[in-house]
């Protein structure tokens, strides 16, 4: 059977980087093929190439074998290959249907644009493929793992035969994911081909027909989920064994750090984010906040280190009152952040990643108010060696980085800053197993130092592998807080669900 | 069918920009040169004359630093708002603010005032510090409305702009008025002006004092760590607040020393070039400085090179027209063309004309 897409020896030089080296890659027609890779092997390029967003050096492109011309998405939607971004390009403010058939030519300009039409088609397409998304309802009031059915619409609207996702799940809940991935057996049913690009292994076992793996930009290994198993898969992509449980001594907390009481915060939208929430965060502990996203979790980060301002309550390191500290007060005072976005909070795309590396630390570089670069370069140098961050190049801009090296500078740079309490949100997000195992050693190992550590993270997994305590959040209010040892999946899964998880009425808080 | 395609590869990096800078620069001459033709004209010789009075003849070249010096310093003002993300355009205003300070300042060492007998060498630190303080309260007011109220400080600059001109006409018709007609400032005296740079030479120290101030620039805004705050703010606001930058004040205070830069440039004009505060002498320098950062890519060196090369052109089209009968306004014309070259320039550095028959494979390839 011809593939329904193959790429043939694809090449794709970056300056000082080999993205791509001769990928030959192929995707059935009913399939549902992943891409597993770690971070930086390439696999976003090549899908960026495949959609026509990237030229490639060499290489070429079939579809259902005759060689397809590729020079721009254009040709490639034309195709019928479709993707989907990580960041989702829907107008907020549009209806389903009309973000649907945006950018589509729809007869003369002049004429009135009609909606009913592809509304229709749209709720039929919804139905079909078991997609449940309203054509009507506005982009801004759909939860995450709507709007991003929508994308999917999107695609199916404009008649692509092969999805490309992008790390479709790292931004849903765990519910939101499981109904992703049995939307997309349905497509897969019906004849599409999907690819998808996911660093989570369970994923692609549950879901996945095929899975060919990347490293360092050559394929290693295409191989069928059903013949393989999870550790195999970590194996051909880390290239050594990588065994993800985390190996906690048991030690006593020592006393309490970072106090926050009562806390109220308000959201962008002003609405309440907070309401009185409150913690206890110890020394050399790691205290694991779980919670669907959304429920407050940024916003409590954010009031920890100053950077939206509480309404109400309080938050102390140790005896210091640092409610009203600035940003740069609580830095200095030993508070460390490592925020969700990389991308828009925690660096600047255009410096290179020693400018990067220094961003909030950069008075300890200043000399008589000049900035020692050359010490900013060796600390990033450093840091590039330690977390194995790729390419190891200190001038290399940022933004280019790959999600997951760019996560390790923002965490290399948090830790290297010496914190007492250290506040990391979705570590591990976007990353592969190797640099997950790498993230949460270096967790632990602050934890050993005696940190103080409040991990915010949305997988349960972590949470479980890596807390002391944990405590579930849900609409801005904490549902209740247990030691690791008492934690069972069940239970937390009924808090982040907003009940109090104690069938017996009786809360732990 | 589109006409443009995004190029695959972007050409970026310093060595494509430079290029893609001086292509263009060829290309507007390239092009203007047809302009001469009507006129019977060899555009060959035409543009020997024109570079060869401002930049090969003595005379010509001290017009051409004298020129320059404004623009080097406000196109380094300029750069410093604009890389910390504060789209000042009130450079023309804080230009007349520093000269009326200046004025005001080189009026009380005449004979009989409080500073009279006042020596150069203290003198000058002295109008430095009165316009650097003068344009910087002038342009901070601006920042203050952005950091405290939110205002757009692009709207508010503009208006202030024109607060400044009717200021110093308030000035040269009332309390600054020369005895006698015109709307203008008594002449200043003689110990206040800037020195010539060489006997018979136009230039003044004016431009010393533009190209030491690029090099404050330069290490202020490239090499400190305030500097790098402010970059940083003007790249990325949230990171830069994440990285503890205290983004309203490094935006104050680039919109401080923006305007101080801008009025050090309408010093340098009135103890220069007028000797003398007049009404209106700005006549637009604060946009064309902004035009020479632009060119210069918003970076202290382009700054110079950029301001250097457009007064070059203006001070030989004037040669020009004399010797050559032909009108200067062809060389406004290439100016303009240079400019808009230069932003096709950007633009095709990312972008590329869609040919049937080319390949991707080959999206490569730079300017
Ligand atoms: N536009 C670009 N310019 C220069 N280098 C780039 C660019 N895009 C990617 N790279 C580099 O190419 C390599 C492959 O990056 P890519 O984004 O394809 O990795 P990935 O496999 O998707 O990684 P991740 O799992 O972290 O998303 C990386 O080293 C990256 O730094
Ligand atoms: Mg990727």
Known sequence: MTPFLSARGIVKRFPGVLANDHVDFDVNAG?????????????????????????????????????????????????????????????????????????LKAGGALKPLDLEGPAREIAELSRRYGL?????????????????????????????KLLILDEPTAVLTPGEAEALLKVLRTLADQGHAVVIVTHKLHEIMAAADRVTIMRDGRVVGSVKTAESSEAELARLMVGREVALTARRSTR??????????????????????????????????????????????????????????????RVLLGERDLTRASPAERRSAGVAYVPADRRHVGSVGALSIAENAILGDQRAYARFGLLDRKRGRSFAAGLMERFDIRPRKPDYPAGKLSGGNLQKVQLGRAIASDPRALIVEQPTRGLDVGAIEAVWAELLRLREAGKAILLISAELEEILNLSDRIAVIYEGRIMGELPAAQADLRRIGLMMAGSHGEEDGHADL | MRIFERRAAPAEGAAAAALSTALAILAALAVGGLLFLPFGADPFSAYAALFGESFLTWRGFGFTLLKAAPLILIGLGTVVAWRTGFGFLGFEGCVMIGAAAATWVALMVREGQILAGLPFAAFLPLAILASLIAGGIWSGIVGLFKSRFGGNEVITSLMMNYVALLLVQYLVSGPLREPGGLPQSPRLPRETWLPQLFDGMRANAGILIALAAALVVWALLLRSRIGYEMVVTGLNPKAARFGGVEVGRRQFMAACLAGGLAAMAGMVEVLGLHHRLIDGMSGGVGFVGMVAALLGKLHPL??????????????????????????????????????????AGEFFRRYRLRLPGRRTASAGEGV
Do not use: C, W
């Open chain 1, 252 to 313: 006593p907390a020592g006393p309490s750090v970072l106090r926050v009481e009562g806390l109220t915060v308000m959201s962008d939208q002003g609405r309440s984010a907070l309401e009185g929430l409150s913690l206890d965060l110890r020394e050399g502990e790691i205290l694991g906040l779980a919670g669907v996203d959304g429920n407050g979790q940024s916003e409590l980060a954010q009031a920890l280190t100053g950077l939206r301002t509480a309404s109400g309550g």
């Open chain 2, 302 to 343: 382009g700054v110079v090179i950029a301001s250097t090369l457009y007064a070059g052109m203006t001070v030989g089209a004037d040669a020009m027209q004399r010797q050559a009968g032909l009108p200067s306004s062809i060389v406004f014309m290439i100016q303009s063309l240079i400019v808009l070259f230069i932003l």
């Open chain 1, 31 to 103: 399939e549902i093929h992943a891409l597993l890779g770690e971070n930086g092997a390439g696999k976003s390029t090549l899908m960026q190439i495949v959609y026509g967003l990237y030229g490639r050096d060499a290489g070429e492109i079939l579809i259902e074998g005759r060689p397809l011309d590729l020079r721009s998405t254009r040709d490639a939607i034309a195709a019928g290959i479709g993707m989907i971004h990580q960041e989702f390009m829907l107008v907020r403010r549009f209806s389903a249907t009309e973000n649907v058939v945006l950018g």
């Open chain 1, 132 to 160: 449940q998304v309203d054509p009507a309802a506005r982009i801004e009031h759909l939860p995450v793992g709507t709007q991003q059915r929508v994308e999917i619409l999107k695609l199916l609207y404009r008649k692509a």
